[in-house]
């Protein structure tokens, strides 16, 4: 791969994560009401609803932010993978099927970016 077109899907991904942690962040307690009565009818038990929704905007935010500067990269965007994993899991679990495919996607864009790593040259990564 092309090292700028690895530049630009990680910026693309890097923006969507660091954009979705940055506007839940400073409402953070409202994302977490929310999230926590989305899920109040599935199979998930409230007991592990209410970290998620407090631990995943700044998952969003952290892992956006390394993407952004290219530091951590590979472990960045295994842990984004996860996220997308977990986040696939959870719209099952309250038939938010309509959200899967955007998740779907941006899983497939970090499986793709963590198989062609190499090109991943403008980055803090070969700084350190």
């Known amino acids: 791969m092309n090292k700028t077109v690895f ?5 693309a991904v890097a923006a969507s994560m660091f954009g979705h942690g ?10 977490s009401a929310w999230m926590v009565g989305d899920f109040a009818k599935s199979m998930i038990p409230q007991i592990l609803v209410v970290p998620f929704s407090y631990a995943l905007p700044v998952a969003e935010f952290i892992i956006g932010l390394f993407l952004f500067i290219g530091l951590f990269t590979r472990i960045s965007l295994i842990a984004g993978a996860v996220v997308m994993v977990m986040l696939i899991f959870g719209s099952c679990m309250v038939e938010n099927f309509n959200a899967i495919p955007s998740q779907l996607i941006h899983a497939a864009f970090f ?18």
């Open 22 to 31: 940055l506007v839940r962040l400073p409402k953070l307690a409202g994302f």
């Open 111 to 128: 499986a793709i970016l963590l198989q062609f790593i190499e090109a991943n040259s403008y980055c803090l990564d070969r700084k350190i």
């Open 7 to 11: 530049l630009l899907l990680r910026l």
